[in-house]
């Protein structure tokens, strides 16, 4: 059973950067895809990011494209999201997932899900 844990989120503002990071308990991380979701009060769960099992491949959500970046480290089970320009709208929880299955961008099916993290963007 892969076990997810998120971390680093908080209240930045507007234009700020902050990383959140996902750590897994279980040697077979490296084999699996990592997607990281997010989901506003009011608003469904979206894919956000994900990356590979290999880290080879990476997809990103047009609203985020050319501002977060998702980056894997195997040896330490590993996903990290770095997210710059941050905007009001990209408030709210951020969760980890993960699958055996690629491509990663198929965000509907993701086995393993973390607890989230909140990220809040306020001035």
């Known amino acids: 059973q892969l076990q997810l844990v998120e971390s680093g989120g908080g209240l930045v503002q507007p234009g700020g950067s902050l990383r959140v990071t996902c750590t897994a308990s279980a040697f077979t991380f490296d084999y699996h895809a990592i997607g990281w979701f997010r989901q506003a009060p009011g608003k469904e769960r979206e894919g956000v990011s994900c990356?590979?099992?290999?880290?080879?491949?990476?997809n990103y959500a047009d609203s985020v494209n050319g501002r977060f970046a998702i980056s894997r480290d195997n040896a330490k089970n590993t996903v990290y999201l770095q997210m710059n320009s941050l905007k009001p709208e990209d408030t709210a929880i951020y969760f980890c997932a993960a699958k055996k299955s690629e491509p990663c961008e198929n965000y509907r099916w993701y086995d393993y899900w973390g607890q989230g993290t909140q990220v809040t963007v306020s001035s």
């Open positions: 990356i590979s099992a290999s880290g080879g491949r990476t």
